[in-house]
């Protein structure tokens, strides 16, 4: 099993980034999966999931109308598009299989596998 989040980068205040999360070795449509995000210095915080059976879908309040997550089960990816970013959203970003298959929670404790994390920097 194993999981690849990649699209980070520079962008200014404002600007838009999409992440992706690459699976493999595990069906991702039988999969929640969850982005999460760790800043220096700060703990590692749940940004959104998407529950694999009906698509549901949590956000975190800090990006609620600016972060959409999304999946493609043919292509066994899940994505993070991020609008209107701001320099508060600088951190690593990490995308983790959920041990259930529905996001009724998300904690880091939830999750069984992670990627290595992107880095998303936004800065003018």
């Known amino acids: 099993v194993q999981l690849q989040a990649f699209g980070g980068g520079l962008v200014q205040p404002g600007g838009s980034l999409r992440l992706s999360c690459a699976a493999s070795g595990f069906p991702l449509i039988y999969s929640a999966i969850a982005w999460f995000r760790q800043a220096p210095g700060k703990e590692r915080e749940g940004v959104s999931c998407i529950s694999s059976s009906d698509g549901r879908v949590l956000y975190a309040d800090s990006v609620k109308g600016r972060f959409t997550i999304s999946r493609d089960n043919a292509k066994n990816t899940a994505y993070l598009q991020m609008d209107m970013l701001k320099p508060e959203d600088t951190a690593v970003h990490y995308c983790?299989?959920?041990?259930?298959?529905?996001?009724?929670?998300?904690?880091?404790?939830?999750?069984?596998?992670w990627g290595k994390g992107t880095l998303v920097t936004v800065s003018s």
């Open positions: 983790a299989r959920h041990r259930q298959y529905y996001c009724s929670d998300y904690g880091p404790g939830l999750m069984d596998y």
